[in-house]
């Protein structure tokens, strides 16, 4: 079982469209978690940082559920620059290290 | 966040040779760096942790002989592909240890084509 899990997509929505991506994680010991966007040959830019409480950043709206293991993901009124791989990112300490891994990524294309 | 550079950002070269990658952190002092590897439609997968004064850590499954890390000084970290092959092309990607507890800050990544 891989130790972020994510639907791969690809998810083609139209322009205006609200999205969300699901994801799961297998270490109960992951300690922080974020969303990632990989626009295609180019390295991952950090979206935004995730947490139980939940939280907003404009159209963008993550959440944490640690009892299920799960993250989410929601874009409200896609844009074209949307246009994305989306990868859930978790945050394990291993020793004095913290290392980052990634799901495989969700693809998405906004349509006009 | 800290600004990392990566050079050179694209390379092909022949079967057998070796290619040297440099990750630089510009406005940071890195101690710690990750170097990725990303195949066309996967997920980046971490090769191995450089640790500035010491020896790299290396993942599972990476061999240490053939993917060569020296990170000499707080902003530079080189990994070197030694005897390349077409299965070693990829796109390979470094990062820093952010200041903050939950960032890491990539560099631009390198793509290699082994002929």
């Known amino acids: 079982r891989k130790e972020v899990e994510q639907d791969p997509g690809p998810f083609n929505v139209p322009e205006g469209a609200t999205v969300a991506f699901n994801c799961t994680y297998s270490?109960?010991?992951?300690?922080?978690f974020f969303w990632y966007r990989q626009d295609c040959r180019k390295e991952p830019k950090l979206l935004m940082s995730?947490?139980?409480s939940g939280n907003e950043d404009g159209r963008f709206t993550a959440q944490l559920n640690r009892a299920s293991q799960y993250i989410s993901l929601l874009i409200r009124d896609s844009k074209l620059s949307d246009s994305a791989t989306y990868l859930c990112?978790?945050?394990?300490?291993?020793?004095?290290?913290?290392?980052?891994?990634f799901g495989s990524g969700t693809q998405l294309t906004v349509l006009p | 966040g800290a600004v990392v550079s990566q050079h050179p950002s694209r390379v092909i070269c022949k079967s057998g040779t070796s290619v040297k990658i440099e990750c630089r952190s510009l406005d940071f002092q890195a101690t710690t760096m990750f170097w990725y590897r990303q195949f066309p439609k996967q997920s980046l997968m971490l090769m191995a942790t450089s640790n500035e004064g010491s020896k790299a850590t290396y993942e599972q499954g990476v061999e240490k002989d053939k993917f060569l890390i020296n990170h000499a000084s707080l902003t530079l970290s080189t990994l070197t592909v030694t005897s390349a092959h077409p299965e070693d092309s990829s796109f390979y990607i470094c990062?820093?240890?952010?200041?903050?507890?939950?960032?890491?800050?990539f560099g631009p990544g390198t793509r290699l084509t082994v002929l």
């Open positions: 990062s820093t240890d952010g200041s903050s507890y939950n960032e890491q800050f």
């Open positions: 995730v947490y139980s």
């Open positions: 270490n109960s010991a992951s300690q922080s």
């Open positions: 990112v978790v945050n394990i300490r291993r020793g004095s290290a913290r290392q980052l891994t």
